[in-house]
Antibody, heavy 121, light 113 residues
Framework: EVHLVESGGGLVQPGGSLRLSCAAS????????MSWVRQAPGKGLEWVSD????????YHADSVEGRFTISRDNSRNTLFLQMNSLRAEDTAVYFC??????????????WGQGILVTVSS | DIVMTQSPDSLAVSLGERATINCKSS????????????LAWYQQKPGQPPKLLVY???TRESGVPDRFSGSGSGTDFTLTISSLQAEDVAIYYC?????????FGQGTKLEIE
């Protein structure tokens, strides 16, 4: 059974940093692209970043470009999101999600439960 | 960016009746080389992550009840629930994965009338 478990969220001041992790199990992690998707309180879904199965390719939304970096450690079956220069508008629940194949550009077939990131002074 | 627009924003349907949610993309999401529409539908219940219902616009995900069906092509898509059940109360999102950035519709809140 596929499991995705996010960790590393919490309260951070504007301008601060956080590193989110997503521990994957139940499938061959390196065979799938992965994404981060966020949802601000009471709002809809916003794709943030994705990375190919091997980690060679990645993309970020314009709203986080230059501030967030997605990465993965296939030896540890773990996805990361390094978030720097955080802003109030980054406050959201962050979900990691598996894409349907190795390459990027697929639907999200499994999602973690999400982790809350709150940016506030 | 491809803008995804859903209609209606909210919908109340009686138990056992049909529910129809529409999704329109600002650009074509049909990839001509494989004739696939890069369009997915998700269901999200309160406090839960989204759940994949339909991908390639009309392929039902394994385990999803057959009362859920997706249709459409190009820029206009529909999610239909043929006979509404109480457990279908949720917010439904369409999403294009044709091009970066992947974008979602604003969501349609489905309630029981």
């Amino acid at each position: 059974e596929v499991h995705l478990v996010e960790s590393g969220g919490g309260l951070v001041q504007p301008g601060g940093s956080l590193r989110l992790s997503c521990a994957a199990s139940g499938f061959t992690f390196s065979s799938y692209a992965m994404s981060w998707v966020r949802q601000a309180p009471g709002k809809g879904l916003e794709w943030v970043s994705d990375i190919s199965g091997g980690g060679a390719g990645s993309y970020h939304a314009d709203s986080v470009e230059g501030r967030f970096t997605i990465s993965r450690d296939n030896s540890r079956n773990t996805l990361f999101l390094q978030m720097n220069s955080l802003r109030a508008e980054d406050t959201a629940v962050y979900f990691c999600a598996r894409e349907g194949a190795y390459d990027m550009g697929w639907y999200f077939d499994y999602w973690g439960q999400g982790i809350l990131v709150t940016v506030s002074s | 960016d491809i803008v995804m627009t859903q209609s209606p924003d909210s919908l109340a349907v009686s138990l056992g009746e049909r529910a129809t949610i529409n999704c329109k993309s600002s650009q074509n999401v049909l990839y001509s080389s494989n004739n696939k529409n890069y369009l997915a539908w998700y269901q999200q219940k309160p406090g839960q992550p989204p759940k994949l219902l339909v991908y390639w616009a009309s392929t039902r995900e394994s385990g999803v009840p057959d009362r859920f069906s997706g249709s459409g092509s190009g820029t206009d898509f529909t999610l239909t629930i043929s006979s509404l059940q109480a457990e279908d109360v949720a917010i439904y999102y369409c999403q294009q994965y044709y091009s970066i950035p992947y974008t979602f519709g604003q969501g349609t809140k489905l309630e029981i009338e």
